[in-house]
């Protein structure tokens, strides 16, 4: 069983740029979240998605979006891109089912914004 | 909605003694609890949670945590620490309806002495 998979690990980008991040969901999991985690701060919870649907969301601009694809996987894409978006970004996924609560992270990828 | 407050920033400890971390929550509705590990470089891994049942929960690594509801907290404990425990420990609150939305708090970072 492959865990949650986040790509790239880094990226450097310019303030004002857009960027893509993506994710591969665990094996059976049908419900991808993404969080945002600032430099010696906790996560923030951006979205949610359930079988290619936005199923909740954060106090994010909606400069923040994202996508969720049939197999799962899932991208978050960020617009105009702010000193401020520069942290490591957390996507989780999780199995179906009510009593199933527990989210499964990957490694993260670390946007820097220049 | 819900908010997590980790009481203590930094914690650090001697090799083989015991430890807390503290964490209080406010909700205005019943919740999951979760303390989650990251070290550095790394995503997030679960350490334990507690659903309902027993409040005493165990975890992964030798960690348990206390649900105390009329206190709001849910501390976590380990009797005797390894340098291998080194690492950020966060706790996170989750509604029943939106179980897999984490609400994380700040986060303890724990460091064991030798």
């Known amino acids: 069983e492959t865990g949650v998979t986040q790509s790239p690990t880094h990226l450097i980008k310019t303030r004002g740029q857009q960027v893509t991040l993506r994710c591969s969901s665990q094996?059976?999991?049908?419900?991808v979240s993404w969080y945002q985690q600032a430099l010696g701060q906790g996560p923030q919870f951006i979205f949610q998605?359930?079988?290619?649907?936005?199923?909740g969301r954060g106090n994010f601009p909606p400069r923040f979006s994202g996508l969720q694809f049939p197999n799962y996987s899932s991208e978050l894409n960020v617009n105009a891109l702010e000193l401020d978006d520069s942290a490591l970004y957390l996507c989780a996924s999780s199995p179906t089912g009510v009593a199933n609560t527990e989210a499964f992270f990957g490694q993260g990828t670390r946007l820097t914004v220049v | 909605a819900q908010s997590v407050t980790q009481l203590d920033s930094q914690v650090p400890v001697f090799e083989e003694a015991p430890v807390e971390l503290r964490c209080n929550y406010s909700?205005?509705?019943?919740?999951?609890l979760f303390w989650y590990v990251q070290y550095p470089n790394q995503g997030l891994q679960l350490l334990l949670k507690y659903l309902s049942g027993s409040t005493l929960v165990k975890g992964i690594n030798g960690f348990e945590a206390e649900f105390n509801k009329s206190q709001t907290s849910f501390h976590l404990r380990k009797p005797s620490v390894h340098i291998s425990d080194t690492a950020e420990y966060f706790c996170?609150?989750?509604?029943?309806?939106?179980?897999?939305?984490?609400?994380f708090g700040s986060g303890t970072q724990l460091t064991v002495l030798p």
């Open positions: 998605y359930y079988r290619e649907e936005e199923n």
């Open positions: 996170a609150v989750s509604g029943l309806g939106s179980a897999r939305q984490l609400t």
């Open positions: 909700s205005s509705v019943s919740v999951y």
């Open positions: 094996s059976g999991h049908n419900t």
